[in-house]
C-alpha cells in the first residue's frame, strides 16, 4: 500500500495519478476532504490507467493519531500535503513508527537535518522530489553524463502558473530559512555572496518576450556543485509576468498570510489570457572526450503541479523497487538520472526535452537538436 497524503491536492492529484499509472501497488488517497478524497479514487478506480486498487481515507496532518492511522499499512507513505513548514517531520515521524519509507514532494534542508540519520539506517527517505527543488538539480546530473569533466554550469528556470495558497506560503517560508541566498553564486568552488545582479527587461533565449532574470544560489545549487566539481556556476529564476515581479518587492514588508494573497493574486493577473507553462534551461562547460564542450538542456511543461506531480511519482517508483539506499536522501542526489528521465517522459509531463550542442546565448539561432 503506497499511501499519499493530501493526495487529492494540486500537487497530489497529478502524483496519484501518475502512481496508479505507474502501478507500484495499491493507493491510499488523504486528506481533511473525505468527499474529494473518495471522488478521485473513483474516478482513478474506473479508470483504465491499470489494475490499481485505490481507496480513500480522511486524515488531517495536524491530528498525530489520524496521521498514524492513515500511514499505518503503508509500505511507502508519500507526502504532498503543505504547507511544507506546517507539516514539518510530522508525516517523516509517522511513517517511521509505521515502518514505511518516505517520499516528500517538499521538504527542504530543515526537514532533512530534522530526520535522525540511525532512525533511518533500514529505510529510505527521500526529500525534495519535486520540480524545484528536485528536477532543476537532477536535469545538470543526466546532461553532465556527456561530460568527463564539468567545469562551468548556468541555470535558467522560470515558469508561467497561478501561485496556490500552498505554493505561496512554500516560497515565502523558503526565503526566509535561507535556502536560496539571493545574488549569490558559486565560485572556484565556494559560494560567493554578491557576485552577481538582478536583470530586468532582459531576453534570454526560449522566454517570450523581457523577463525579470533573478540571480541566486539555492542549497541543491550548492550540493550540485560540489558533486560534479564544478568550478562556476549560476543560477536565475525567471519571472516573466510583471505583476508577479512587483509582488515579490514587496511581500517582504508583509505579513505572511497578506504577502501570500497578494503573490497569488499577482500571478493570477500575469496568467489571464495566456497559456501556463515551464522552462528550465542548464548549460554545461567543461571537457567531453579531451575537447572542450558546451552544451545546453532545454526542458519544457505544462505546469508547475504536474511536473512536481510526475517526479514525486517517479521518486516513489524508484523506492518501491529498491533503487534508492536506505539512509536520509535529497531526491536529485538519490534518483538515478536516466531512469527518472525516461519516466517523466512516459509520463507526459515533459512537453519537449532536447539536449543542444549549443550555448544558452545561441539558442535562438538553433534551429533543432538532438538527444
Known amino acids: 500500500m503506497i499511501g499519499v497524503l493530501g493526495g487529492y491536492g494540486d500537487v497530489g492529484a497529478f502524483t496519484s495519478r501518475a502512481l496508479a499509472r505507474l502501478g507500484p501497488g495499491p493507493l491510499r488517497i488523504g486528506g481533511r476532504d473525505p468527499v474529494a478524497a473518495r471522488r478521485l479514487g473513483?474516478?482513478?478506480?474506473?479508470?483504465?490507467v491499470g489494475a490499481c486498487e485505490v481507496v480513500a481515507q480522511a486524515v488531517d496532518f495536524t491530528d498525530e493519531p489520524s496521521l498514524q492511522r492513515f500511514a499505518d499499512g503503508c509500505r511507502i507513505l508519500v507526502n504532498c500535503a503543505g504547507p511544507s513548514h506546517a507539516v514539518a517531520d510530522r508525516a517523516a515521524r509517522a511513517a517511521l513508527r509505521a515502518g514505511a519509507d518516505y517520499v516528500d514532494a517538499a521538504g527542504d534542508d530543515t526537514l532533512f537535518a530534522a530526520l535522525d540519520p540511525g532512525a533511518w539506517s533500514d529505510r529510505a527517505a527521500v526529500l525534495s522530489a519535486g520540480l524545484n527543488p528536485g528536477l532543476t538539480g537532477l536535469l545538470p546530473r543526466w546532461a553532465a553524463a556527456r561530460f568527463t569533466e564539468v567545469h562551468g554550469l548556468t541555470c535558467y528556470f522560470g515558469l508561467l502558473d497561478h501561485f496556490t495558497e500552498v505554493a505561496a506560503d512554500d516560497y515565502l517560508q523558503g526565503a526566509a530559512d535561507g535556502v536560496s541566498e539571493?545574488?549569490?553564486?558559486?565560485?572556484?568552488?565556494?559560494?560567493?555572496?554578491?557576485?552577481?545582479?538582478?536583470?530586468?527587461?532582459?531576453?534570454?533565449?526560449?522566454?517570450?518576450?523581457?523577463?525579470?532574470?533573478?540571480?541566486?544560489?539555492?542549497?541543491?545549487?550548492?550540493?550540485?556543485?560540489?558533486?560534479?566539481?564544478?568550478?562556476?556556476?549560476?543560477?536565475?529564476?525567471?519571472?516573466?509576468?510583471?505583476?508577479?515581479?512587483?509582488?515579490?518587492?514587496?511581500?517582504?514588508?508583509?505579513?505572511?498570510?497578506?504577502?501570500?494573497?497578494?503573490?497569488?493574486?499577482?500571478?493570477?493577473?500575469?496568467?489571464?489570457?495566456?497559456?501556463?507553462?515551464?522552462?528550465?534551461?542548464?548549460?554545461?562547460?567543461?571537457?567531453?572526450?579531451?575537447?572542450?564542450?558546451?552544451?545546453?538542456?532545454?526542458?519544457?511543461?505544462?505546469?508547475?503541479?504536474?511536473?512536481?506531480?510526475?517526479?514525486?511519482?517517479?521518486?516513489?517508483?524508484?523506492?518501491?523497487?529498491?533503487?534508492?539506499?536506505?539512509?536520509?536522501?535529497?531526491?536529485?542526489?538519490?534518483?538515478?538520472?536516466?531512469?527518472?528521465?525516461?519516466?517523466?517522459?512516459?509520463?507526459?509531463?515533459?512537453?519537449?526535452?532536447?539536449?543542444?550542442?549549443?550555448?544558452?546565448?545561441?539558442?535562438?539561432?538553433?534551429?533543432?537538436?538532438?538527444?
Not at 473513483?42 to 483504465?48: F, H, I, K, N, V
Not at 545561441?362 to 538532438?370: C, Q
Open 42 to 48: 473513483a474516478e482513478l478506480g474506473a479508470s483504465d
Open 182 to 371: 539571493p545574488l549569490a553564486a558559486w565560485r572556484d568552488g565556494r559560494r560567493r555572496p554578491g557576485a552577481l545582479r538582478r536583470r530586468t527587461g532582459a531576453r534570454v533565449p526560449c522566454y517570450p518576450g523581457t523577463v525579470t532574470a533573478l540571480p541566486h544560489l539555492p542549497t541543491e545549487g550548492e550540493r550540485l556543485a560540489r558533486a560534479l566539481g564544478i568550478d562556476r556556476a549560476d543560477w536565475y529564476t525567471v519571472v516573466a509576468g510583471e505583476h508577479v515581479r512587483a509582488a515579490f518587492d514587496r511581500v517582504h514588508a508583509l505579513d505572511r498570510r497578506d504577502a501570500a494573497a497578494a503573490l497569488r493574486r499577482a500571478s493570477l493577473l500575469d496568467l489571464a489570457g495566456r497559456a501556463p507553462y515551464v522552462l528550465l534551461l542548464a548549460q554545461l562547460d567543461g571537457l567531453s572526450q579531451g575537447r572542450a564542450a558546451t552544451s545546453t538542456v532545454l526542458l519544457r511543461g505544462r505546469r508547475n503541479a504536474e511536473l512536481t506531480g510526475a517526479v514525486t511519482a517517479a521518486a516513489t517508483l524508484a523506492v518501491a523497487r529498491g533503487e534508492v539506499p536506505s539512509g536520509r536522501h535529497f531526491a536529485a542526489g538519490a534518483l538515478d538520472p536516466q531512469a527518472t528521465i525516461d519516466r517523466l517522459r512516459a509520463s507526459g509531463a515533459v512537453t519537449e526535452l532536447v539536449v543542444l550542442d549549443a550555448a544558452i546565448e545561441d539558442l535562438d539561432a538553433v534551429e533543432e537538436g538532438a538527444l
